[in-house]
């Protein structure tokens, strides 16, 4: 990703934080929603997407991330000429990472938040392919599934009571506690109001970008706009439509069963089924 240049890093205190964060989860489109709205007129990127502060960078401090954002007399200016603008970025570690609540609500309580939330199946499956293009995962599916509990014993519990430790273990194959998604949102909005959440289901950004990039973007307090007016291709990012198909029958069914509970959860605190149940 390369080091900060040195006047970026000088003029840190002079610029923004975020105006909203995508939390995650990891393998559910966070580059895809990223870089379409990024291309709206009224959205400025961050240095790069994925900046990891309130993950593995938080030892950095406060100025080492405002560096990755616009100069504040940018958006002066340009407000005064154009109308406002919001930044921000997407960081999928944010949403499963158990210190990053807290530290966000820190240093920008107002942000607002996106998660984008993919059946947790697909998402297991989706993290376990990236693994094994990495060089990471040696095991089959099935395998690693099983070894789950043993490759990451501990590992929580270490993080929760170290904040310097990153817990690489779970965040490599935590392949079925990265989608127990309704205790992650659980822990944001122990420090969010919720109406600073606004959740997308994954299969409806790759269904219909247009509607959900619409939606998100009247989320963010951005002048009504047809989002086909400014975005040129609709296409995913990291995305390998073949993942799904290759999981075997028995291992979908088994794993449905296994999320099914915590789903149903996820579903009574957002007031909305997902439909992944069925």
Do not use: C
């Amino acid at each position: 990703m390369g080091a900060l240049k040195a006047e970026r890093l000088a003029t840190g205190f002079l610029r923004l934080l975020p105006d909203y964060l995508i939390i995650g989860a990891a393998k559910s489109g966070t580059t895809s929603l990223y870089r379409y709205l990024v291309q709206h007129p009224h959205v400025r990127r961050a240095r790069r997407k994925e900046i990891r502060f309130f993950y593995r960078e938080y030892a950095q401090g406060e100025n080492w991330y405002r560096a990755h954002f616009p100069l504040a007399l940018r958006k002066h200016w340009e407000t005064l000429r154009h109308g406002e603008f919001v930044t921000g970025e997407a960081s999928p570690s944010y949403m499963y990472y158990p210190h990053a609540p807290k530290r966000a609500h820190a240093l920008v309580p107002a942000a607002k938040l996106i998660a984008i939330l993919r059946n947790p199946v697909d998402r297991a499956y989706s993290q376990y392919r990236h693994k094994v293009r990495k060089g990471i995962e040696p095991l089959s599916f099935e395998q690693a599934l099983e070894a789950e509990p043993e490759r990451t014993r501990g590992e929580r519990e270490r993080i929760l009571a170290d904040e310097t430790y990153r817990g690489a273990a779970l965040f490599h194959f935590g392949y079925l506690h990265r989608g127990l998604y309704v205790e992650q949102l659980e822990a944001w909005l122990a420090h969010y109001p919720r109406e600073s959440l606004l959740v997308v289901r994954a299969e409806d950004l790759f269904a219909d970008p247009a509607r959900v990039i619409r939606a998100t973007t009247d989320f963010l307090g951005l002048a009504p706009r047809d989002p086909r007016e400014f975005i040129r291709h609709f296409e995913r990012h990291n995305a390998d439509d073949r993942e799904s198909e290759a999981i075997a029958p028995a291992t979908r069914a088994r794993l449905q069963e296994h999320f099914a509970p915590a789903n149903e959860r996820l579903y009574q605190l957002l007031g909305r089924d997902f439909g992944w149940n069925h």
